[in-house]
């Protein structure tokens, strides 16, 4: 199998299997960096009533291309059908919650059920079609690769790189949207139409990705990748960036386990590897994993053990917390029997002395301006310039000398 993986991995396990990787990374990319903006925009639910009102565009098409003596399984057909129902309920959805007393999440929940129990009502009616009985649309649900051709993945391919310009070209005021709308509207943006233009990228996004994730799992191809690189960044272009990487990764490496094992089927493959990829970035991300904060929590303890460690040797008092001795021990400011040694007594008398100094600094008037950073823990030197430190020494006293 693994031999089979990596060919996969090389483009080496056959013509389909080349063009359904390919075709899954473009589509990774697309759905990652369009999504990035539904999510920090906090309308994800949203991708999830435009997946569902897809399925009678679908069926609709099919019908239609029949009566007209065409191929209903053509997908450039079929994603135009889904495309107009799917524009139909969005603005079905928006209209509700701005004209109506409905909540986003109310108009949501009624047009992704009603839109979608259309669907299969149209999808059961085909099947008694004479010419619809072997039409395998219920593939759409979840995607069908098997059978993808040349053209589909032209059209997937075109869809995806017209999708990552839009939001090259619109990033600006989406970024703005997404995180301060009154701002953004006060600036002279209209709200409502980049609204609408991300709302447009994630319905071209879930139409392009019909054929190889279907309706259904897109939503996690949209909202994974972003949620995912959120965790490694706190910069907007970076989280699109890193959003459209682990898309197309997860595209990739899933189609290529899907072709190494045909009995695995694409569409639920790539998302479980893009929930992999979320696994990972939730625990080992540096800036907002798991681990990091662990280590942060640690450390933030760490300090606190140290200065009070330190300000019970400057005061002379016993020391029984367990973890308090062994950080002094640790850094060699304590010996076995718990004397404090030169470098101990040296450091004791440091921290004493900031305390005094951030007394005097909470009674100056320069203190406004820092008082995220009186927490005693952080050097005081990173926080006040040496001119403000000669003038608080000046207030005090004679230093103080431990052991004396």
Known sequence: MWT???????????????????????????????????????????SDAIAHATLPGIG???????????????????????????????????????????SEDAAIGAVLSVFFGF???????????????????DGLLLGSTAGMLFQDGIIIAIGGVLSVVAVYVLRRPM?????????????????RHVDLAIMGLVLGVTVIGLKIVGLILIVAMLIIPAVAARFW???TEHVVLGAGLIGGASGYIGAALSAS???????????????????????FAP?????????????????????????????????????TLAVLRRDGLIRADGVATDDGRAQAAKALLDERRWEIVRQLHFADGIKASLDGLTPIEEVLTRDELAEIDKRLGPPVVVGE
């Not at 669907?119 to 649309?137: D, E, H, K, N």
């Not at 970024?175 to 600036?187: G, H, I, P, W």
């Not at 094992?261 to 625990?283: H, N, Q």
Request: glycine residues 12%; aromatic residues 6%.
């Open 4 to 46: 089979t993986f990596l060919d996969a991995l090389l483009l080496q396990a056959g013509y389909n299997a080349a063009l359904v990787a390919i075709g899954a990374a473009l589509l990774g990319i697309a759905a990652g960096t369009s999504g990035t903006f539904l999510f920090l925009r906090k309308r994800a639910l949203v």
């Open 60 to 102: 609709l098409a099919f019908i239609l291309m029949v009566a007209l003596g065409g191929d209903g399984r053509d997908l450039g057909g079929l994603m135009l059908g889904s495309a107009v129902t799917a524009a139909a309920g969005l603005l079905l959805v928006e209209w509700t919650a701005r004209e109506t007393r409905l």
């Open 119 to 137: 669907g299969i009502v149209l999808l059961t009616f085909i099947q008694t079609m004479s010419s619809g009985r072997q039409a395998g649309l």
């Open 175 to 191: 970024t703005l949207v997404a995180f301060d709308d009154e701002f953004a509207e006060a600036s002279g943006v209209n709200v």
């Open 233 to 235: 960044t706190e910069r």
């Open 261 to 283: 094992a045909p009995a695995l089927p694409t569409g639920p493959i790539i998302v479980l590897v893009c929930a992999l990829l979320f696994g990972l970035s939730l625990l």
């Open 287 to 323: 800036i907002r994993g798991v681990l990091a904060s662990v280590l942060r929590h640690r450390r933030f303890q760490v300090r606190v053990h140290r200065r009070q460690g330190l300000l019970a040797l400057v005061h002379g008092e016993a020391i029984h917390d367990r973890m």
